[in-house]
């Protein structure tokens, strides 16, 4: 299998293929941890991290923040007392890209 987390988001414009079934079914195992969930009919990438206090959390969000500067990729992030809360998913095509896989995995990466 891909390590997804050496790949580089592409550029998606509207109009760009959600992913397939069968693309998530090979993307899904090499991001444990991930739940796909839907609001309001568009699916996203979900996961919680928790931490030991608030500057913990804050810190991973910042690294976040950077990843996804770098990426020209952006999640919506949650920051609370000892968890961070990120959800990848694709505005303009509203759904689940290639890029939103790849996010989840380099997300994962910043934890190592």
């Known amino acids: 299998m891909t390590n997804l987390s050496n790949k580089t988001c592409?550029?998606?414009?509207?109009?760009?293929?959600?992913?397939?079934?069968?693309?998530?079914?090979?993307?899904?195992?090499l991001i444990p941890g991930w739940k796909i969930t839907t609001v309001e009919d568009v699916n996203h990438?979900?996961?919680?991290?928790k931490f030991n206090n608030f500057?913990?959390?804050i810190a991973f969000t910042n690294k976040i923040g950077d990843l996804a500067e770098s990426e020209g990729h952006h999640p919506a992030i949650l920051t609370e007392w000892g968890s961070v809360k990120i959800s990848w998913w694709t505005h303009k095509i509203n759904g689940l890209?290639?890029?939103?896989?790849i996010m989840?995995?380099?997300t994962d990466e910043l934890l190592k």
């Open 10 to 29: 592409e550029v998606c414009r509207v109009g760009a293929p959600q992913v397939t079934q069968k693309e998530i079914d090979s993307f899904k195992p």
């Open 45 to 49: 990438l979900n996961r919680v991290f």
């Open 55 to 57: 500057i913990e959390a």
């Open 97 to 101: 890209h290639v890029n939103d896989f």
């Open 104 to 106: 989840a995995a380099k």
